[in-house]
C-alpha cells in the first residue's frame, strides 16, 4: 500500500492524472456518496478541470491510498490557505466502502497531518455530510473524527428546492418581503463582477467569514480584494461554471448583502445556491428573501434568452441549496423546517406541494495538532 500525492496546477499533477484520476474519483465518489440520499458531490469533470489550475489564495493536493494490487481505495482532496488562516489545513477524505476498517482512513489522515505539519499548519478541519435522517452515532465519518479526536465546530442542512419555481409565489415572496426593504433596491447580473464593483464585492465576500455563523470553528476573517475577486471568477469560469449574483443596495448606495446561484457544465441538471450574506447593520429588512428571489427570477430569464445557456433549462429543475449554514444542530425535522428561509415570511405559501426538500448535514469537525 502506498499513498500518492500530487499539487495541483502542476506538472506532476497532470502525469498522475493520466493514470490514476479515475480510479481516484471512483474511489472518492464511492465512499462519500455511500448511504446517503440524493448526495451532491462535485462531477467528475470538474475536479478532472482543476488538476491544471493553480489558485493564488490557496494550494490544492489530491491524495490517492493505493492497495497492493494497484486499486485506489481511498481519496483526499486537501486545501492549504494561502492569504488567511494560515494555520489550517481543510479536507476532505473517504475510503472506498469495501475497503474500510481496515485502517486506510487512518493512513490517509495521518498523509494529510504531515503534510500539514511539513507546511507548519497547526488545524485540521473537515466536513461531514450524511442524510438528514441519518443519527450520527450510525455515520462513518462521525464515529471515525471521534475516533481520531476532532470536535465538532458546526451543524448545517442542506434543503433542496425543485424547479421552475412557480413565477406567480416568486412574486408574491417579493410582494409580501418589499415593505420591510423601503429604500434598499436589489441590483442583479449575469457571470463576471463589473472591475468597477469588484472592491465592494471584495468587501461582502470578506464579511462572509466573520457574519455567517461559524459556531465553534476556528476560523479567522479572509483577506479579499478585487483581485482576489477576479481570480476566483476566472477561475470559476475555467472549470465550466456559470452565475448569477444578486446584491442589495442600501438607501445611501452602500451594499448591504449578496447570494450566488451557479450552475455547473458538468452537473446541468441542478443549480447551486452559493453565499448569501446580509451584514449585520441590514438585517430585519427580509433582503436575504429579495435577494434569492432576485437571483432565480434572474437566471431564468438569461437561460430563457436561450444561446449559450440553452442547458441551463435543465439546471431549473433543481436547486441544490447547499451550505445553508444555520445556528448549531437542530434536533427535529419540525425546528429545521421552521427555519427554512422562506418560512418564516409567508408560512401559509410552503405547504408540501412546494418542493423544498431537507436533504442533508453538514458536520464540520477540527482537531489541533501538538506544535
Ligand atoms: C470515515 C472513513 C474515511 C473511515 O475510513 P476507514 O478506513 O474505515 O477508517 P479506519 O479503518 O482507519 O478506522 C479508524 C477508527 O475509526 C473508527 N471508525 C471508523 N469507521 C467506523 C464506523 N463505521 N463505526 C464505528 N467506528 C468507526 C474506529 O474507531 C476505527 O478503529 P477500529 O476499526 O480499530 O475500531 C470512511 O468510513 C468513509 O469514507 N466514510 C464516508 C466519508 C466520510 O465521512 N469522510 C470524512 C472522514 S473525516
Known amino acids: 500500500m502506498h499513498i500518492d500525492v500530487v499539487e495541483l496546477g502542476t506538472p506532476a499533477a497532470e502525469a498522475w492524472a493520466s493514470r490514476w484520476f479515475d480510479s481516484w474519483y471512483e474511489a472518492l465518489y464511492a465512499g462519500l456518496s455511500h448511504g446517503r440520499t440524493n448526495p451532491v458531490l462535485y462531477p467528475a469533470e470538474r475536479l478532472r478541470a482543476a488538476l491544471s489550475r493553480a489558485t493564488s489564495s490557496e494550494r490544492r493536493f489530491f491524495f490517492s491510498l493505493v492497495d497492493d494490487d494497484a486499486h485506489v481505495v481511498g481519496a483526499a482532496r486537501v486545501f492549504l490557505p494561502g492569504l488567511d488562516n494560515t ?11 469495501s475497503a474500510r476498517r481496515r485502517g486506510h482512513g487512518t493512513a490517509l489522515l495521518r498523509a494529510v497531518r504531515d503534510l500539514a505539519t511539513a507546511h507548519c ?4 478541519q473537515t466536513d461531514l455530510d450524511r442524510s438528514f435522517d441519518q443519527p450520527s452515532q450510525q455515520w462513518s465519518g462521525s464515529a471515525f473524527a471521534a475516533a481520531r479526536g476532532f470536535r465538532l465546530g458546526l451543524e448545517d442542512v442542506r434543503r433542496d428546492l425543485q424547479l421552475p419555481t412557480d413565477p406567480e ?3 408574491e415572496l417579493e410582494r409580501r418581503a418589499l415593505p420591510c426593504a423601503e429604500g434598499y433596491r436589489i441590483s442583479t447580473w449575469f457571470g463576471h463582477t463589473p472591475a468597477e ?45 456559470q452565475w448569477w449574483t444578486a446584491v442589495a443596495v442600501a438607501p445611501d448606495g452602500a451594499w448591504a448583502g449578496y447570494t450566488q446561484l451557479q450552475w455547473s457544465a458538468h452537473a ?3 443549480l447551486e445556491q452559493e453565499d448569501t450574506l446580509v451584514l449585520r447593520e441590514h438585517r430585519g429588512h427580509r433582503l436575504g428573501l429579495l435577494l434569492k ?9 438569461t437561460a430563457g434568452l436561450g444561446s449559450d445557456l440553452a442547458q441551463a ?7 441544490g441549496s447547499l451550505a445553508e449554514h444555520e445556528r448549531r444542530a437542530a434536533t427535529r425535522r419540525q ?7 422562506f418560512v418564516d415570511v409567508v408560512p401559509d405559501l410552503l405547504g408540501a406541494g412546494d418542493g423544498l426538500v431537507v436533504r442533508q448535514r453538514r458536520v464540520a469537525v477540527e482537531v489541533g495538532l501538538r506544535a
Open 169 to 171: 409565489y416568486l412574486a
Open 268 to 270: 446541468p441538471e441542478r
Open 313 to 319: 433549462d435543465a439546471a431549473h429543475r433543481m436547486v
Open 335 to 341: 425546528h429545521v423546517l421552521a427555519q427554512v428561509p
Open 197 to 241: 464593483d469588484r472592491p465592494r464585492m471584495a468587501t461582502l465576500m470578506a464579511r462572509m467569514s466573520t457574519d455567517a455563523p461559524l459556531g465553534d470553528l476556528t476560523y479567522e476573517p479572509e483577506a479579499w480584494d478585487a483581485d482576489r475577486v477576479t481570480d476566483q471568477e476566472q477561475h470559476l469560469a475555467a472549470l465550466g461554471n
Open 293 to 301: 428571489v432576485a437571483t432565480l427570477q434572474k437566471c431564468k430569464i
Open 121 to 124: 499548519r497547526t488545524l485540521l
Open 87 to 97: 494555520d489550517l489545513v481543510q479536507f476532505e477524505m473517504a475510503v472506498a466502502p
